[in-house]
């Protein structure tokens, strides 16, 4: 079983759609959740963290359920421009080291 | 800006070459990190250093080697390639502590090497 899961996708969604994600982790000592975005051909990038309280950044929201191990990415008001593969990545405690989801692709059509 | 640069971006090579890449970061960062993307399987960890002359593997460290002899610099290596080993590199940097405090880590663009 894969540490990291998610939903490959690919979702495709029309402009101005609501859509999420899900990502379950399976080690309880991870400690610390991102979300990061990759274009094609280009190297992953920070979204957003994710705190246990939820935490929302524009049109980005982001969830931890620590009991139920995962995490949810939630993005409203669509753009064309949010057309790209979103990976859940967490932290393992006393570690610096980040373990991927294979990432969820989102293609967002006019 | 941090700034992560990994030299090479495209690269061919042909099998059992021994194939470099490089990768400095501008940020004084003490961790550093080589992983390969490839369609499915996501990005793997093949070494990190959290230190000069540190190194630790990661999860498929087979068939691959690293150096860093600066804190600014750390090289990935490929003693004798392999088609296997046609794939996205990916180089990426974090200061002690920087995941777990929930800080990010920083990418390099990425180096494509296809192993002919």
């Known amino acids: 079983r894969k540490e990291v899961e998610q939903d490959p996708g690919p979702f495709n969604v029309p402009e101005g759609a609501t859509v999420a994600f899900n990502c379950t982790y399976s080690?309880?000592?991870?400690?610390?959740f991102f979300w990061y975005r990759q274009d094609c051909r280009k190297e992953p990038k920070l979204l957003m963290s994710v705190y246990s309280s939820g935490n929302e950044d524009g049109r980005f929201t982001a969830q931890l359920n620590r009991a139920s191990q995962y995490i949810s990415l939630l993005i409203r008001d669509s753009k064309l421009s949010d057309s790209a593969t979103y990976l859940c990545?967490?932290?393992?405690?006393?570690?610096?080291?980040?373990?991927f989801g294979t990432g969820t692709r989102l293609q967002v059509f006019p | 800006d941090v700034k992560v640069t990994q030299s090479s971006r495209y690269l061919v090579k042909r099998t059992g070459e021994k194939v470099f890449l490089e990768c400095v970061q501008d940020?004084?960062?003490?961790?550093m990190f080589w992983y390969r993307q490839d369609p499915g399987l996501g990005l793997r960890l093949i070494y990190f250093s959290y230190d000069v002359k540190m190194k630790e593997k990661g999860d498929i460290p087979e068939g691959y080697s690293v150096s860093r002899e600066k804190k600014e610099r750390f090289s990935l290596i490929l003693e004798s390639a392999s088609t296997n080993q046609t794939s996205m590199y990916l180089c990426?940097?974090?200061?002690?502590?920087?995941?777990?405090?929930?800080?990010?880590?920083?990418f390099g663009e990425g180096s494509w090497l296809t192993v002919v």
């Open positions: 080690n309880s000592a991870s400690q610390s």
């Open positions: 990426a940097s974090s200061s002690i502590g920087g995941a777990g405090t929930g800080n990010t880590i920083y």
């Open positions: 990545v967490v932290n393992i405690r006393n570690t610096d080291k980040l373990i």
């Open positions: 940020m004084d960062h003490e961790n």
